[in-house]
């Protein structure tokens, strides 16, 4: 029972560099998340997925980008990584909309240098 | 003003205490909410949810919803050691269509 897997685990990147983490669920979840954890700052949305082809900027997109591959998939990709990305990314995925529980993955800790 | 606030602790009670974890939210339209708990170096993990006002009870957890008031409780009764995380409160607030976090309140369960 995976529920949501997120590779890779940590990542160390030097500034410029581009890299695409990625998230799948096997709950058969309509929506997915993608969340920066920051000290103290608690979780900030990135971007979300409501269902398959669909995806919506929150409230902290910039310097990012999604996919939803498919129902299952979800990757995040920073296309120029700037010490400001260094955080924990977390990937969520709920059944349909955000009034429901959300489910996350382990986390990837990133750090830019 | 944040839209969801919580205490950040730390939180200390002695074992086999009650620990009351408090939160409150500035959208009075708010509908959902949610109590995850997280371990250091760790996911959140759901304990409950509440939509209703009142109680909700689940074990040694009770969600206690207040709207008139816009604050959201979690109570954890014989708090053990291994309850010591961190605990984040979620809102679903009317003018959004996402969840929005609290920075979240450290507990500390003291043998």
């Known amino acids: 029972n995976a529920g949501v897997t997120q590779t890779p685990k940590f990542q160390v990147l030097k500034t410029g560099q581009s890299m695409t983490l990625q998230c799948a669920q096997d709950?058969?979840?309509?929506?997915m998340y993608w969340y920066r954890q920051d000290p103290g700052m608690g979780l900030r949305l990135i971007y979300y997925s409501a269902s398959e082809g669909t995806t919506d900027k929150g409230e902290v997109p910039n310097g990012y980008n999604v996919s939803r591959l498919n129902k299952r998939e979800f990757s995040l990709r920073l296309e120029s990584a700037a010490p400001s990305q260094t955080s924990v990314y977390f990937c969520?995925?709920?059944?349909?909309?955000?009034?429901?529980?959300?489910?996350f993955g382990d986390g990837t800790r990133l750090s830019i240098l | 003003q944040k839209e969801v606030e919580q205490n950040s602790g730390p939180l200390s009670v002695p074992e086999g205490a009650i620990a009351s974890l408090n939160c409150t939210y500035s959208?009075?339209?708010?509908?959902?909410f949610f109590w995850y708990r997280q371990y250091s170096g760790k996911s959140p993990e759901l304990i409950m949810f509440i939509y209703s006002n009142g109680d909700k009870e689940d074990g040694r957890f009770t969600a206690q919803l207040n709207k008139a008031s816009q604050y959201v409780s979690l109570l954890i009764r014989d708090s053990q050691p291994s309850d010591s995380a961190t605990y984040l409160c979620?809102?679903?607030?009317?003018?959004?269509?996402?969840?929005?976090f609290g920075s979240g309140t450290q507990l500390t369960v003291l043998p």
């Open positions: 959208d009075r339209g708010s509908q959902s």
């Open positions: 969520a995925s709920s059944p349909t909309g955000s009034n429901q529980p959300q489910h």
């Open positions: 979620a809102a679903l607030p009317s003018s959004a269509r996402q969840l929005t």
């Open positions: 709950m058969n979840h309509n929506s």
